[in-house]
């Protein structure tokens, strides 16, 4: 216990008294000329500089505090994975506003319901698609005064084309950058960043709002977890309303100085795969058994003899993998079989799905399939399961690549204390937990209540030292590696 303690407070005095917007800065100021977000633009790719990207945020804090946003309000988000995205999500926070991305699969019953529960001044919406679910639902948001539209802007006074927003927001941070300058400097780290909301497949979603010190905390525990390089490229492709982006697309690449791709047609995964080669790819199972399928099915087209070759190598993949388990050492004669394999064949499959450059893969919010995790290990390519929810921020269990074990979910995370209570549910608490659900009173109550007395300590504190504790569903198991996933 007294080593996590330690290590949760070195990752507290590491990000005390920053905030994203900090981060931002520092990855502008240090690293103006780094390539920070590409949108696909034909067979290339259109990019912003981190400096190019902080003065587009700061030109969209301008233009909504021009709209009338005040500190604290939100702003609701809904278009597919791009630069405008996270440029618009950053002003927000830019503006002292809270982001609040929201699904693309709600109904409008729910889309109104999201937008009224945290109480949305403002919205930024994609284009006809996300205009024809919002709609319907826009008499019973008297709350919401305007609508940005990236795409066909409706006429109308509630309505605002996404360019003349931003021309708004150059203009106002032209006359008065101090204005700007005073709202982003003014969030701290106890302020709400964003809230996010659950799938809603139960009832009504509920809220979960994370601040920036949740954030920060799981940022700094993750890069301990994956060890990322600089400056690497990734690609931005799941929904931002889904934790795992967020935190591994938006937040992270502002600490690692990332270059962020957009894929916005998942038919296209793999061609941004090859075009990006990623040294960070995260993947929900199902997109790993995609892959997978897709593989195995050119496998099957190839001459018997390559076909033999080629699982002779995986299986020489596989025995490594599995060898390197709980950080153990290959033999001699596994780890020179393998080599053998990967110079054969393996490194060149690795190329040309566009994973050869890969440092950290991983997967959650599904289990994934056994046998799925161990074809990619025969390829050589760990694929790292994590555990966690929108209420941690994220992974509070995970492997790591040179401490695994195919088919769990890991340790506790940097930082991160794991009980089991007596019923199998998993305790937990750190710094990242969420203070509670957004105007929901009881559901907080019944995710910090504890049910044994054995368990009372873990009652949910407001303190870097005991900081909130979190309940998930019951697992049939005791351990901390359960395969369960969330």
């Not at 954030?215 to 890069?223: Q, R, Y």
């Not at 060149?348 to 995790?373: H, N, T, Y």
Request: glycine letters at 10%; charged letters at 20%.
């Amino acid at each position: 216990m007294a080593g996590v303690l330690e290590e949760r407070a070195e990752i507290e005095r590491e990000i005390g008294g920053r905030t994203v917007c900090d981060l931002l800065r520092e990855a502008a100021e240090h690293h103006p000329g780094a390539p920070a977000y590409s949108d696909p633009d034909g067979d290339g790719w259109v990019t912003l500089t981190y400096a190019d990207a902080r003065r587009r945020v700061l030109e969209i804090a301008a233009g909504l505090a021009a709209l009338g946003l005040r500190p604290g309000e939100a702003v609701a988000l809904m278009m597919v994975n791009r630069s405008e995205h996270v440029l618009a999500d950053l002003g927000t926070v830019h503006a002292g506003g809270v982001s609040c991305s929201v699904y693309a699969t709600f109904t409008p019953e729910q889309v109104a319901f999201v937008a009224g529960d945290v109480g949305a001044r403002i919205a930024v919406l994609g284009g006809p698609g996300e205009l024809a679910t919002w709609e319907p639902v826009l008499d019973r948001l008297p709350a919401l005064e305007k609508v940005i539209v990236l795409e066909g802007a409706p006429a109308g006074d509630r309505f605002l084309a996404w360019d003349d927003f931003l021309a708004l927001g150059r203009e106002r941070l032209a006359a008065d950058p101090a204005a700007v300058e005073a709202r982003w400097r003014a969030a701290r780290p106890g302020d709400v960043l964003t809230v996010l909301y659950t799938s809603g497949t139960t009832g009504n979603p509920k809220g979960v709002p994370l601040t920036h010190a949740n954030v920060l905390f799981e940022v700094a525990a993750t890069t301990r977890m994956a060890d990322l390089p600089q400056r690497g490229t990734q690609i931005s492709y799941l929904t931002y309303a889904h934790i795992a982006e967020r935190v591994l697309s938006l937040y992270l690449p502002l600490l690692k100085i990332s270059h962020t791709h957009f894929c916005t047609d998942m038919a296209r995964l793999g061609a941004v795969l090859g075009q990006v080669k990623p040294v960070l790819f995260f993947g929900v199972p199902r997109v790993w058994e995609k892959m997978m399928a897709r593989l195995q099915a050119l496998l099957v087209s190839q001459p018997e003899e390559r076909q033999r070759a080629m699982r002779e190598a995986m299986a020489a993949g596989l025995a490594h993998m599995e060898a390197g388990q709980y950080g153990g050492t290959p033999s001699p004669e596994v780890r020179a079989a393998y080599e053998r394999a990967d110079a054969k064949l393996l490194s060149a499959i690795r190329s040309m799905i566009g994973l050869g450059d890969a440092a950290w893969l991983g997967s959650a919010a599904a289990p994934m399939p056994l046998e799925v995790q161990r074809f990619f290990a025969g390829l050589g390519l760990c694929v790292l399961d994590v555990y966690g929810m929108t209420e941690t921020t994220g992974a509070f269990t995970a492997n790591a690549p040179d401490r695994y074990k195919l088919g769990t979910v890991g340790q506790a995370g940097p930082g991160v204390e794991v009980r089991i209570a007596e019923d199998g549910e998993i305790l937990t608490r750190s710094p990242a937990n969420t203070r509670g659900y957004l105007n929901r009173p009881e559901a907080t109550a019944e995710a910090r209540s504890t049910t044994t007395a054995s368990s009372a300590s873990w009652t949910a504190r407001r303190s870097s030292s005991s900081p909130p504790a979190a309940r998930t569903s019951p697992r049939p198991t005791s351990r901390a590696t359960s395969r369960s996933t969330r």
